[in-house]
């Protein structure tokens, strides 16, 4: 899928862009590592950003309904995997690193 950069869904069209590329050189190597940070970052940024959707209430005029709300998801999802790709590696490697040692202990 090819957007445009100068559409108003910028983020999103470059995360789409980098999920139908293969493994970037950025990504872990190991699949256990992969995965935990997947899970760490998604589980933090995802509990984050829908306690801050929760705090912010509809707006009394034009709420787009479920509509809205549907794609409020969809885009959060892929706000939480940017935010996974881009700074879940300096909370999770550490965290990954803890639980070799305790494994190996």
Not at 62 to 82: A, K, P, Y
């Amino acid at each position: 899928m090819n957007i445009s950069s100068s559409s108003p869904f910028g983020s999103a069209s470059s995360t789409l862009d980098q999920h139908s590329v293969s493994q970037s050189p950025q990504q872990p190597a190991n699949e256990t590592q992969e995965a935990f940070t997947d899970f760490v970052g998604q589980t933090l940024f995802g509990s984050m950003l829908d306690s801050m959707r929760k705090s912010v209430g509809k707006p009394a005029y034009m709420h787009g309904g479920r509509t809205e709300e549907v794609f409020q998801q969809q885009m959060d999802q892929l706000i939480v995997e940017d935010l996974t790709e881009a700074s879940a590696g300096a909370i999770a490697d550490p965290m990954f690193q803890l639980f070799q040692m305790n494994r190996s202990s």
